[in-house]
């Protein structure tokens, strides 16, 4: 598969897709649908998919949190999904999230976001669908899509 035509999704669109509560449920639901059908090239961090485990079971981060079964389920859906590309953070990605940290003057929890960035970056993946745009777009090594704003 080609990576530069490959969109990732990141946390909250999976988040959002799952989460029936959400006022953006079925965009995210439908981007996820198009995504494993194959209709649209996308991957996953692995990264995300903590991620997603730990918002989807919080009370504190969800109306309706997932049970710890059911959230590892959802996850291996996204792990079986042969459309779905996977990647994850390795040594070779620790340099490029060090030189992006001292670029951007990245502190604190930012650097969260930005290990997702040298993730896709490592794997030759160029886009990212999300609604946190506002802490991706400061990245020009990345395009960011929001499918939620008009």
Same mark, same amino acid.
């Given at each position: 598969m080609r990576?530069?035509?490959v969109i990732l999704?990141?946390?909250n669109i999976i988040v959002y897709a799952t989460n029936t509560a959400c006022e953006f449920h079925k965009i995210a639901l439908k981007i996820r649908e198009d995504v494993i059908k194959g209709k649209v090239k996308g991957c996953v961090s692995l990264q995300?998919?903590?991620?997603?485990?730990?918002i989807i079971t919080s009370r504190k981060r969800v109306q309706n949190p997932l049970s710890p079964e059911t959230a +590892?389920?959802?996850i291996k859906?996204?792990?079986m999904a042969e459309e779905l590309l996977k990647i994850h953070f390795n040594k070779n990605t620790v340099g490029?999230?060090?030189?992006?940290?001292?670029k951007y003057n990245v502190v604190a929890?930012?650097?969260y976001d930005l290990k997702i960035v040298a993730t896709m970056i490592d794997n030759g993946i160029n886009g990212i669908y999300t609604d946190n745009d506002k802490d991706f777009k400061q990245y020009?090594? +990345?395009r960011v899509i929001n499918p939620f704003k008009d």
């Open positions: 990576t530069d035509k999704l990141d946390t995300n998919l903590s991620e997603f485990y730990s +590892v389920e959802e859906k996204y792990i490029i999230l060090c030189d992006l940290a001292k929890q930012s650097i020009s090594e +990345v």
